[in-house]
């Protein structure tokens, strides 16, 4: 397997644009979770899915932000409208849920709102 | 709810041993793991405790974990510049499947 696989790895946007994040977790994977890293705040859940339907969104910062996972092989997270404090890197893990269950990372998507 | 502290930054140099210390809150914690993340990249798990045992030894690193004062902590023996990097300790509750990351520690290895 490939891995977590994100897109894209690199974004810039100007303020008040909808931004779209992309996921593809590790097949065979119940788990699927977005976090969101900053230096002031260091590494932030924002949402996880079991079997696609989300569990706990405590994480997600305003209604600005959304997150979808249509199929077990794919995740959205969307910012509309997307402000410049929005501006981090965004990383998408999935995990078995069975045994150990350690989260398995993407390479992440680094965003700037401009 | 759970909570997962760790300090900042620690510099030692090469050849020398590295401790990364790391407390959580949470006392159902069933497994307790470290992860790297070198720069640019995503975390990559290094080595997980299960929460009944006090030691687990691999390669150059050794993780022990005290339950009782809900420590846990990562040894380098033998600490290289590539081993530089934020290490991150993570948590896994026993009532769910979402780990809880700290803060993360930059490890800085000088010459």
């Known amino acids: 397997d490939a891995g977590v696989i994100q897109s894209p790895r690199h974004e810039v946007t100007e303020m008040g644009q909808e931004v779209t994040l992309r996921c593809k977790p590790i097949?065979?994977?119940?788990?699927l979770f977005w976090y969101r890293q900053t230096m002031m705040r260091g590494l932030e859940l924002l949402i996880y899915?079991?079997?696609?339907?989300?569990?706990?969104d405590s994480g997600m910062p305003e209604d600005r932000f959304s997150a979808k996972m249509p199929n077990a092989s794919f995740s959205t997270l969307k910012i509309q409208p997307s402000e410049p404090r929005d501006s981090a890197v965004y990383f998408c893990?999935?995990?078995?849920?069975?045994?150990?269950?350690?989260?398995?990372f993407g390479q992440g998507t680094r965003l700037t709102v401009v | 709810g759970e909570d997962v502290e760790q300090s900042l930054f620690l510099s030692v140099r090469e050849g020398d041993s590295s401790v990364i210390n790391c407390t959580y809150t949470d006392s159902s914690s069933t497994y307790l793991y470290w992860y790297k993340q070198e720069p640019g990249a995503g975390l990559q798990l290094l080595t997980y405790i299960f929460s009944n045992m006090d030691m687990k030894q691999d390669q150059r690193l050794t993780v022990l974990l005290n339950k009782k004062d809900k420590h846990l902590s990562l040894r380098i023996a033998d600490t290289q510049t590539g081993d530089s990097a934020i290490y991150f300790c993570a948590e896994r509750s026993g009532t769910a499947s979402k780990l809880t990351f700290g803060t993360g520690t930059r490890l800085q290895v000088t010459l």
């Open positions: 893990a999935s995990s078995p849920g069975q045994g150990r269950s350690e989260a398995f």
């Open positions: 899915f079991n079997n696609n339907v989300p569990i706990d």
């Open positions: 097949s065979g994977h119940d788990y």
